[in-house]
């Protein structure tokens, strides 16, 4: 159960987009359509932003999301806002039925 | 609205037990899975174990397992963690979260998480 890849930070300044990876293997991102995305804030709560690899819950802004490529997925935030300031991770279902998170992104807004 | 509220968290030795309750309002509790997902103090997101609705399916993370034991009672509405044999590693927020939407496979609603500290 090795964690996803992602990398440690990303930046950009407003209005920008930026873009997040989360590499894993053939056992869980790159085998099934079932990646899902989480923005975090200090002191919260995870929210869920981005499910079944490309899928926006009801509410979460159109600004994000989510696409995969063999056993990669990103998370596209596009038009940065100081708002999006936050700590995100990846997470996938996997081959062993249980689910694996990425080890997560600070996304910082220059 | 779907409202999740851990409890039973506290300072706890090596070595030592501890249960943590999830209460699950706002939605038909019986019909869904469950997860629990834990946090260690700076760190990252772990993902801990799964149950489904019926409970006859239970997964567990290598870290937990043969450790921890997860339950549910439908009729309270109510999610358990029993953990044993705890070590200092298990220090974290634990959070209790249901499943995403369609597949079922990410973590939608979460609570607002309680502290277990393993410390002599």
């Known amino acids: 159960q090795s964690a996803l890849t992602q990398p440690a930070s990303v930046s950009g300044s407003p209005g920008q987009s930026i873009t997040i990876s989360c590499t894993g293997t053939?056992?869980?991102?790159?085998?099934?359509?079932?990646v899902s995305w989480y923005q975090q804030h200090p002191g919260k709560a995870p929210k869920l932003i981005i499910y079944?690899?490309?899928n926006r819950p009801s509410g979460v802004s159109n600004r994000f999301s989510g696409s995969k490529s063999g056993n990669t997925a990103s998370l596209t935030i596009s038009g940065l806002q100081a708002e999006d300031e936050a700590d995100y991770y990846c997470?996938?279902?996997?081959?062993?039925?249980?689910?694996?998170f990425g080890g997560g992104t600070k996304v910082t807004v220059l | 609205e779907v409202q999740l509220v851990e409890s039973g968290g506290g300072l706890v030795q090596p070595g030592g037990s501890l249960r943590l309750s999830c209460a699950a309002s706002g939605f038909t509790f019986s019909s869904y899975s469950m997860n629990w997902v834990r946090q260690a103090p700076g760190k990252g997101l772990e993902w801990v174990s799964y149950?489904?609705?019926?409970?006859?399916?239970?997964y567990y993370a290598d870290s937990v397992k043969g450790r921890f034991t997860t339950s549910r009672d439908n009729a309270k509405n109510s999610l358990y963690l029993q953990m044993n044999s705890l070590r200092a590693e298990d220090t974290a927020v634990y959070y209790c979260a249901t499943p995403s939407g369609n597949s079922g496979y990410g973590f939608e609603y979460w609570g607002q998480g309680t502290l277990v500290t393993v410390s002599s």
């Open positions: 149950i489904v609705s019926s409970s006859s399916t239970i």
């Open positions: 079944d690899v490309g």
């Open positions: 053939s056992s869980d991102v790159g085998g099934y359509n079932y």
């Open positions: 997470s996938s279902y996997t081959s062993s039925s249980t689910r694996v």
